[in-house]
């Protein structure tokens, strides 16, 4: 008696195991419908490329970085802006000192002058001396 009798009822399995033998690949449905891939041993099979998947839709991922770029843009803009008002400020600060000094000079100057007026009219007021009485 031949293997195949004593298992009735079993599926008979493919005997020439060749290399042109399609091979099934199910999807696990079990229904009646056609396999999904088909294809023959040997055969090399192209898997799709892998595409990179972006947090962002490109769209919004270019609006994002504009707006970031132009928040930096604001950013640099208003810091030195800022820098300009303290060098402005120091300037006033030191412009504010040199006033001050001249007016120092000035006033050191006029009380010189007058110390000098003053003298020569005590001098022209001083009576010349008379002669021997």
Not at 58 to 81: D, N, P
């Amino acid at each position: 008696m031949s293997r195949a009798q004593e298992q009735e009822g079993a599926p008979e399995l493919p005997q020439s195991g060749g290399v042109e033998d399609p091979i099934t690949v199910s999807d696990g449905s079990g229904g009646d419908r056609p396999p999904m891939d088909v294809c023959t041993a040997g055969e090399e099979v192209e898997a799709p490329p892998v595409m990179e998947q972006t947090p962002w839709p490109i769209g919004l991922h270019f609006v994002e970085e504009r707006r970031k770029k132009e928040e930096e843009e604001r950013e640099r803009g208003s810091h030195q802006q800022l820098q300009e008002v303290l060098q402005q400020l120091q300037q006033g600060e030191s412009l504010e000192d040199e006033l001050e000094q001249c007016r120092q000079q000035e006033l050191l100057e006029l009380q010189r002058q007058q110390q000098q007026r003053s003298q020569q009219l005590e001098e022209q007021l001083e009576l010349p001396p008379h002669g021997p009485p």
